[in-house]
């Protein structure tokens, strides 16, 4: 997701570049999948209290820092907010319309909890559910609400993802198969992220009310996109139970999963500061700004109000790496 971005921010040509194209079809359905697999055996009210105090209160206090931080050259942010009706207003509603760069997950997240909350993980109303997403996000909405647009689609290709997590933790021990096609992404992913016709649609869903979408099968069902996003998540899986058998990078990876919501926001901060040209310049603003955001996480999680504030509440581990303890085995 760094590396991603940053690229984003320092190549002007993103959009051609196979390998940028490639990891926007899977780093986000990643995140979901995710989600959604530790969303097994939650789905209840106080669970989804805490999600929401996880989640929206971090998503307005950091709308505020990026909004105001992006004046600042090394951001990345630079002319991407608007500022109609002054800076506090146009804060305002671009804040409540989701339009803040690279902060929409959050508010996505937590709809797809709700979603998961209010059909109880039943895959017909989840079915349904992504249905009416979706054929709400083809409705002509006026230009000041068509942020509805993009929500609808967004909860339409996101819920499948988040269902899919949710039912392979529900199902683990009957899913023998999942390891095998696991393994498959980690050869069958590598492949098609070097050989992939690299297409890319960043909201594949929705054309604001557009009825002739329905005729594009491209736009409907992005196949490519989709398979990229399941090897994608087979692929990292794969390659996180190599990694995790070395215990130094168990414990890395361990700290680094604890601050993600941190993380996911932070880095978009500091996504111009790096050296070079070209990759260089992308290869060491990633390093730079995961290093950066990492000690503001920790500079945060110092005192409690910005703990709850801008990290949820639920990242509890300080800085420093810890061995994971091994599970004896049971007799």
Known sequence: MVFGHAIQRN????????????????????FIFISGYLAYGKLDLGWLSRRFLQIIP???????????????????????????????MSFLRITATLNLSGLWFLPALFALCTAMY?????????????????????????????????????????????????????????????????????????????FGNGTINLHPLYSWGN?????????????????????????????????????IVRSVLCYLGFITLGIYPAHLLWLKIGIGSGIAMVLSATLVSLLLSV??????????????????????????FYPIRKERKET
């Not at 002007?12 to 780093?27: E, L, M």
């Not at 819920?159 to 992404?185: C, D, I, Q, T």
């Not at 000690?295 to 509890?316: D, P, V």
């Open 211 to 247: 009825y002739t979408i329905f005729m594009s099968s491209d736009i409907v069902f992005p196949l490519y996109r989709f398979i990229m996003s399941l090897l994608g998540i087979g692929f990292i899986f794969a390659v996180l139970e190599l990694l995790l058998k070395v215990e």
């Open 118 to 194: 209010l059909v109880k993980g039943q895959p017909k109303a989840i079915i349904a559910l992504t249905v009416v997403a979706y054929a709400i996000s083809q409705l002509p909405f006026p230009h000041g609400f068509r942020f509805l647009n993009s929500s609808m689609s967004r909860i339409a290709w996101f819920m499948p993802f988040f269902a899919l997590g949710y039912f392979v933790a529900r199902y683990r021990n009957e899913l023998h198969s999942v390891r095998l096609l696991k393994w498959f992404a980690l050869i069958a992913f590598p492949v098609c992220f070097v």
């Open 58 to 88: 971090p998503y307005i206090a950091w709308s505020f820092v990026l909004y105001y931080w992006s004046s600042f050259p090394f951001s990345g942010l630079v002319g991407i907010y608007p500022t109609e009706g002054g800076p506090i």
């Open 11 to 30: 190549m002007a040509d993103c959009n051609n570049i196979w390998y940028w194209a490639s990891i926007h079809h899977f780093h986000m359905a990643l």
């Open 295 to 320: 000690a503001l996480i920790w500079a945060f999680q110092r005192l409690s109000i910005t703990e709850y504030l801008f990290l949820g509440g639920a990242q509890k581990l300080r800085l420093g």
